[in-house]
């Protein structure tokens, strides 16, 4: 692989790239809220159709030449040039940082393009601003280039989409002279919404709106961390224990649900032998639900609960990553087109490998809905607890709620995190050890 510094530029078959390949762009971001995007530019460097805005709000360009994976730190763009409309002739990376924190509060990070170049570049090399232009791939004489660029922009995305010829949703500009005579009005320019909402503290809620036509469309639910930091295991706790219920109805979910979890004693023992020497972190996400009937049920990894989308319980967890390296971290997926046979399901996750705390992983779980502004939780509490209750998703009557629940657990004695979760929150289920 090739390492550019910034300036440099280069044609992608001089560099052995093709035009099918992944942008990666890695972020130490050091705790802070960094949003990586992409512009699709025509010729006059203009972002003259927000379809090519490719961003959380909006994941793909319309023919998907441009797909975005985001995760905590990093972002994953597939690029494929060949189709991409003649009207593009450049692509250009950005990052642009929200709070209090500027370029130069961040550590390592850089832009690969494929196997074929890489651009380093940290926060050392900016200075207070809050926006980066990272890289760009533009054609020129009926090839493609691609050119490290690392140019600090004053203003954040907001600033960018403006400099790109963008209109942000929403905004207002002073209102244009009166002509002298009547004439027929321009057709208004499409405008983009860089609306995202943060639950900042323990009970904060949204409620989604409905599509036209009722249901909320394919609902993903995300949860990505800073899968590089280096921490030791969690201290062993005590072994776990099967916990004594009666039978009955509860009795059926375990069947159906197979071997749940109690997991922090067997993560413990992992950590330290099967995976030992492994440095990175691994979170692992689930959730407990109910339905509308009041059947309730769970749907993780461990036991091989992985849900069904389609059919009961409409909650379907995407294959589980057990190297804790996947680029989009893990993934969950709510049918909302049936989502008046869900009464609710609390979203969770527990540390499965290579994290002494929670406050090193930088965790975050975004909920995104077709049509929607994405809704960020942090996992910006706790200590030493093995599980966060992270977020509460609910029908109430008919209306999707989200309230950040932060709450955090830990074995106690020979009663499993997972269990002291379910009693909070007054599920019922019975627990037994499990495994994957």
Partial sequence: MTTYSRGQKGKLADLGSGHVFHVDVEIANNGASVDVSCFGLDASDKLSDDRYMVFY???????????????????????NLDLLP???????????????????????????????????????DFGDEKALIVAELYRRDGQWRFGA??????????????????????????????????????????????????????????????RAGGGYGRIHVNLNWNQAAIAPPPASPPPPSSAARGGGFFDRITSMAGDLANKAGEMANKAGAARKGRSGIDLDLGCMYELADGRRGLVQALGNTF??????????????????????????????????????????????????????????????????????????????????????????????VITKLAEYFQQQGTTSAHELMDRHYGFGMRWKTGSK
Avoid at 310 to 328: H, K
Wanted: overall charge neutral; hydrophobic content about 40%.
């Fill in 57 to 79: 709000n909006q994941l793909a360009s319309p023919e998907g030449a441009v797909r975005l994976d985001l995760g905590s730190g990093r972002a994953r763009f597939a690029v």
């Fill in 149 to 210: 660029v690392g140019q600090g922009f004053n203003g954040g995305l907001s600033a960018l989409l403006t400099h790109f010829g963008g209109t942000e949703a929403g905004s207002s500009k002073p209102a244009a002279a009166p002509t002298p005579a009547p004439t027929a009005a321009p057709a208004p320019k499409p405008t983009v919404s860089l609306s995202k909402v943060t639950l900042d503290k323990r009970g904060d809620k949204i409620s989604l709106d409905k």
């Fill in 86 to 124: 003649a009207s593009i002739g450049k692509l250009v990376f950005v990052a642009a940082i929200d709070g209090a924190a500027t370029m130069r509060t961040l550590g390592a990070s850089s832009l690969s393009l494929g196997s074929a170049v890489r651009f380093p570049w940290s926060g050392a």
């Fill in 307 to 400: 849900g069904d989308y389609e059919r009961e319980p409409f909650i379907q967890l995407d294959a589980d990553d057990r190297t804790g390296a996947a680029a989009n971290g893990e993934n969950l997926f709510i049918n909302g087109e049936r989502f008046d046979q869900i009464k609710r399901a609390v979203i969770f996750s527990f540390i499965y490998e290579g994290a002494a705390n929670w406050g090193v992983t930088n965790g975050v779980v975004t909920v995104s809905a077709p049509g929607q502004a994405p809704v960020e939780v942090k996992l910006d509490g706790g200590d030493r607890q093995i599980m966060c209750a992270i977020a509460l998703i609910e029908n109430r009557g008919g209306n999707l």
